[in-house]
């Protein structure tokens, strides 16, 4: 898990390089797992509270929801350590929680997003009637904002009784040392390693889909085909009052 714009579909592209990994797309088991939970507080349900056979169902999620995947391992993509959502893991995934973080400097999150406002008219920030990067990015970084919700689910993720079964991995030593990145996480995930192709790389695609990019902006989800750790120019266009706001949050 991590914020957006922080090297989620990069990381994504090149683990699913190994065919026995399958790194998914954003993912909505998580919130069908929630969703089953919270059936659990229905006047139906405590009517007849067969508690048994809904958390047989609640158990049955991933692998019902994977079971036409042909991967040996399959990292997903959810927002594992959203406020109760490690409980559920623990409590129904049937294995130990194994959860990878990627951290990118907040304010380079922010300029990445001001670059796609300015490139793609169709980004939803766009579309929501706010005129300065200002007012964009503070609706990105509100209660709800599609920033805000990740980094509070990433704070959840560092609270002492979780750490241990989280990993960090910095997108700048992603972008610049890859392989020791890369090996960092096999061996976090107790998994083979494999070498891995740093250049040529291709775009996301997993179990024969791409993103559909249209539904929240173009581009969204485009890497570069080539690792390269660049000065983002669009930092500058951070408004003073964003950076006196944000740049003190940190892991």
Not at 151 to 167: G, R, S, V
Request: overall charge neutral; glycine content about 4%.
């Amino acid at each position: 898990m991590a914020m957006p714009r922080s090297g989620n579909t990069l990381f994504a592209s090149l683990i699913n390089q190994n065919p026995n990994i399958a790194v998914t797309a954003n993912s909505i088991t998580l919130e069908i797992m929630k969703d089953l939970f919270l059936l659990k507080r229905t006047d139906v349900f405590q009517n007849y509270p067969d508690h048994k056979s809904l958390d047989n169902v609640l158990s049955s999620v991933y692998k019902n929801y994977y079971k036409d995947w042909k991967y040996k391992y399959i990292i997903d993509r959810g927002p594992a350590t959203a406020e109760g959502n490690f409980e559920l893991l623990k409590q129904y995934l049937g294995q130990p929680v194994k959860c990878i973080i990627l951290w990118r400097d907040l304010l380079d999150v922010l300029a990445s997003y001001i670059k796609w406002f300015e490139n793609e008219l169709t980004a939803f920030p766009n579309r929501d009637g706010r005129k300065t990067i200002e007012e964009k990015l503070n609706l990105l970084m509100s209660k709800d904002g599609a920033i805000a919700k990740e980094l509070t689910a990433i704070q959840n993720a560092l609270k002492p009784e979780n750490k241990h079964m989280c990993h960090i991995v910095k997108y700048k030593n992603l972008v610049t040392e890859p392989e020791k990145c890369l090996k960092s996480i096999y061996n976090f995930l107790e998994i083979e390693y494999y070498p891995h192709r740093y250049h040529s790389l291709d775009q996301f695609s997993v179990n024969g889909l791409k993103y559909d990019d249209n539904i929240v902006g173009n581009n969204m989800h485009t890497i570069k085909t080539e690792l390269k750790l660049e000065e983002n120019p669009y930092k500058k266009m951070l408004p003073q009052s964003i950076i006196d706001e944000y740049g003190h949050i940190t892991l």
